[in-house]
């Protein structure tokens, strides 16, 4: 009788762990799952800026052609950057500020699109610039002069007319 309770107990025992480490694998997949994604995105999103960055200096020019590398407005260098890897963009900074979805500023992930009203169409409200955010408070952006860049999202022009954040990858 006695070993028998003991048998009992132990495949007792046995099975619930069992169950229980199941689950536990279930769960962890998950959780593997979901930073495989979120390295995926960073890994994309760093190879998009070091790309953007061979265009550093290309003469600014609004209306740019989405065939050309030799001018670049703002949404035509984020368009042809990303579809560079895949990624299809809208023409227009307005078109592109409504795809992917909303992130806050604190969230940043390097190859989020940033989204300024700026410059003399600028109201406060209305999207008239993109960038791509290149990480430690940096924006991969074109405008005026110097063209191509790297700028400061957290001090002057981009800090006091930022609007909001989308991520596309």
């Not at 390097?110 to 700026?118: A, E």
């Amino acid at each position: 009788m006695k070993i028998q309770n003991i048998i009992q107990k132990v495949l007792t025992v046995g099975l619930v762990s069992t169950i229980g480490f199941s689950s536990l694998l279930a769960g962890g997949a998950e959780t593997v799952q979901a930073q495989s994604a979120t390295s995926v995105a960073v890994s994309k999103g760093s190879q998009i800026v070091s790309f953007g960055k061979q265009f550093l200096g290309t003469p600014y020019k609004f209306g740019a052609s989405t065939s050309t590398t030799s001018v670049f407005d703002c949404s035509s260098f984020t368009k042809y950057i990303f579809k560079r890897y895949g990624v299809t963009l809208p023409r227009t900074s307005v078109a592109q500020s409504n795809v992917g979805y909303a992130v806050s500023k604190s969230n940043l992930m390097v190859g989020d699109l940033v989204f300024f009203s700026s410059g003399s169409r600028a109201n406060g409200r209305n999207v008239t610039h993109v960038a791509v955010y290149a990480g430690n408070g940096k924006i991969l952006h074109t405008y005026g002069r110097p063209g191509v860049t790297i700028s400061d999202l957290n001090s002057g022009n981009w800090k006091r007319t930022y609007l909001k954040a989308r991520r596309v990858l």
